[in-house]
Structures are given as C-alpha cells and as structure tokens.
C-alpha cells in the first residue's frame, strides 16, 4: 500500500499570502496524483488531477505541480474561503490511499 | 454536472447489517467505475470498496474485505453497500464517488451517509 505524507498539518495565513502545501509518496506514482479541498460539513471536492490539471469550476489561484513521489499544491493568494482541509490522494493502484491532510487556515 | 445522493445511513449494534444506497443523475452511470469512501469523525480519507462500470471487478480494502460488498444496478442508476458484521471501527460518514475513468480521481462525490455502530 502506498502511504502518502502530506506536510504541513496546519497553515495559517493570511489572506493574499501563499500557501504551498506538500505529498510525498512511499514510492513513484508517477503523475497519478489528486487534490481535494474539504470543508466542514461537506463532502470533498476535487481541485487537482494528473498532479496539474485543475478541475472544472476552480479558480486559477490553484495549481499543482510535481511528479514521482513529491507534489505541490500551491494557492497563489489566499481567499477567505479557501480555509480548508486539502488531502492528496494516488490513483496508481488498489487501494487508492489518501494523505493525512493539511488544514489550511486563513488568520 | 452531475449528482449522487446516498441513503441509507443509521445506528446499528455491533454484528449487526446495514445497506446503504446511492442514487446517480446527470451522467451515464453504467460508463464509469464507482468507490465507496468513508471518513471517521475527526479523522481523515479512507477509500472501502471499488466496482467497475459493468460490475465485473471489486476491490475491497483490508479492514472490510469479507464482512462488505460492493454491488450496482445500472438500470436503476444505483450503487450500493451491503455491510455485515458491523463492527464500532465502521463508524464513519460513508461517501460514494465516481472516478473520471478507471484510475481517475474522484469528480463527483455524494453528500455522505452517517453510520453508526454503538450498542
């Protein structure tokens, strides 16, 4: 099974700040690798797939990068409503593993 | 765009069973692979169970094999979740998801559906 870390496990920002979140994985996934944004209360949303293709409806302030085994999700100049978790998952093989998340926090 | 809704979602004593349904619209339903994902509260993303568009491949995830099964009905636009010996580690907020093809991520994701297991 492939174990993703996702680093930090909090951010707090401000809003227009940059936020650079991190995934690595236990082993190449090459660029099978998505973004979700979770707010409380709600189901996930997708935001990032194939590591850099952004999802229908997000706004250009999202993007992905990487490939291999580490990934970056970068929100350019935060929002309010960006306050989220952001969890990273795999989609090489069974079972498709999540990260632990990293919540975001905007101050 | 389009949508799942799932139900089914109730408190249930350990050993017991439970089935937990989801409803597709808006896209064809028969044309992509389906997954059950859940969430503990407080906790993070677990993927249980996977079923291919024409229900010929499931996968299941260690902690459920043998006590889950995954089934759909195409006709019906329909997934479902048959869980038998409920134990209290499959509390959880069960979501159903679809895949944008085989090993695509998650596009569209349902509501969740609340299950608890407490005697």
Redesign the interface.
């Known amino acids: 099974e492939i174990v993703l870390t996702q680093s930090p496990a909090t951010l707090s920002l401000s809003p227009g700040e940059r936020a650079t979140l991190s995934c690595r994985a236990s082993q190449s996934v090459g660029y099978?690798l998505?973004w979700?944004q979770q707010k409380p209360g709600?189901?996930?949303?997708?935001v990032i797939?194939?590591a850099s293709s952004r999802?229908a409806g997000l706004p250009a302030r999202f993007s992905g990068s990487g490939s291999g085994r580490d990934f970056t999700l970068t929100i350019s100049s935060l929002e309010p409503e960006d306050s989220a978790v952001y969890?990273c998952?795999h989609?090489?093989d069974?079972?498709?593993?999540?990260?632990?998340?990293t919540k975001v926090e905007i101050q | 765009e389009g949508q799942l809704l799932e139900s089914g979602g109730h408190l249930v004593q350990p050993g017991g069973s439970l089935r937990l349904s989801c409803a597709a619209s808006g896209f064809t339903f028969n044309n992509y692979a389906m997954h059950w994902v859940r969430q503990a509260p407080g906790k993070g993303l677990e993927c249980v169970a996977y079923i291919s568009g024409a229900s010929s491949t499931t996968y299941y995830t260690d902690p459920v094999r043998g006590r889950f099964t995954v089934s759909r009905d195409n006709s019906k636009s329909t997934l479902y979740l048959q869980m038998d010996t409920l134990r209290a580690e499959d509390t959880a907020l069960y979501f159903c998801a679809k895949a944008r093809n085989t090993y695509g991520a998650f596009d569209i994701w349902g509501q969740g559906a609340m299950v608890t297991v407490s005697s």
Not at chain 1, 42 to 46: C, G, I, M, S, V
Not at chain 1, 94 to 101: E, R, Y
């Open positions: 099978s998505a979700y709600q189901a996930p949303r997708l797939y194939e999802a969890y998952q989609r090489v069974w079972p498709p593993t999540f990260g632990g998340g």
